[in-house]
């Protein structure tokens, strides 16, 4: 498995884990929801910045999103 196909389940994992919806994630981390989808099926790769956002709006350590 890639970093990015790693990203996209830990990612998937902890939305679900917390009850967020895509949208709510997008929401929280100012992204479109279309791109976290994209991100979550593994078709594009997030940007260090991006990362970033997504793990603040998830609560945890950006580590954490690309650690297998």
Known sequence: ???KEVMAVKMR???HDQGLTQ???A???ELSMRYVGSIERGRVSA???V???LAKALNVDPCEL???
Request: net charge positive; aromatic share 0%; hydrophobic share 45%.
């Open 13 to 15: 994992r902890l939305r």
């Open 47 to 49: 940007s260090v910045t």
């Open 1 to 3: 498995m890639d970093l």
């Open 51 to 53: 990362l970033g956002r």
């Open 23 to 25: 949208e709510e994630l």
């Open 27 to 29: 929401a929280r981390a």
């Open 66 to 68: 690309i650690k297998p």
